[in-house]
C-alpha cells in the first residue's frame, strides 16, 4: 500500500517540477507597471539642499498648456512627449530598471528650457512611488551618500496612469 501511494505522487512531483522549470517571462510586476498605457505629468517640484537641510521648493511647469506624456514599452524602449513645455518629441530611447529595480535608468534626450539645450533627465532616476495610477520619480541628486555641506538639487515628477491614448 506505501509503494502504490509513492508511485502515485512521483507523476506529480515530476509534473510539478517540469511547470517550475519552464522558461518564465522576464515582465516583472514594476516592468508591467511602467508599460501598460503612458504617464501625463501631472508636476514638477524642485526642491534645493544643503547636505540633507531643504533651502527652497519650487513648483515648475504652472504654466503649461501642453500635455507632457512619458510612455515605457514592453519591449524596453520609451518616449517623452513635450518636455519641459517645449512642443517636442523624443527619439526613441531604452529604459530598464537597476538590479534592485529601485532606480529607473533612461537614454532619452530632450531639449531643456534651462540649459537650452539637450539633456537626457531621467537617465539615473529614484523610483520614489509607482503604483497603478500614479508614479513619482526623482532626479538630479539622487545619491544616497554626500556631505552635510553639499549643495544639491532634486526634481520631483510626479505623473498620473493614462490609458486609452
Not at 121 to 136: E, N, R
Amino acid at each position: 500500500m506505501k509503494n502504490k501511494r509513492t508511485l502515485l505522487f512521483i507523476p506529480i512531483i515530476i509534473t510539478a517540477f517540469i511547470i517550475n522549470s519552464c522558461k518564465k517571462d522576464n515582465q516583472t510586476t514594476i516592468k508591467a507597471l511602467f508599460s501598460y498605457g503612458s504617464w501625463e505629468l501631472a508636476s514638477v517640484i524642485v526642491t534645493k539642499y544643503t547636505g540633507n537641510t531643504i533651502d527652497t521648493t519650487y513648483q515648475l511647469n504652472t504654466n503649461c498648456n501642453l500635455t507632457q506624456k512619458f510612455t515605457f514599452n514592453s519591449n524596453g524602449t520609451c518616449s517623452y512627449t513635450n518636455f519641459d513645455c517645449i512642443p517636442q518629441t523624443s527619439a526613441p530611447a531604452s529604459w530598464s530598471l537597476t538590479t534592485n529595480q529601485l532606480y529607473l535608468q533612461t537614454n532619452i534626450t530632450c531639449t531643456d528650457t534651462v540649459k537650452k539645450d539637450n539633456s537626457q533627465p531621467f537617465s539615473y532616476a529614484q523610483i520614489y512611488t509607482l503604483g497603478q495610477f500614479s508614479m513619482v520619480l526623482i532626479t538630479g541628486d539622487v545619491t544616497p551618500n554626500y556631505s552635510l555641506t553639499q549643495p544639491r538639487t532634486q526634481y520631483t515628477y510626479g505623473f498620473i496612469r493614462r490609458t486609452g491614448n
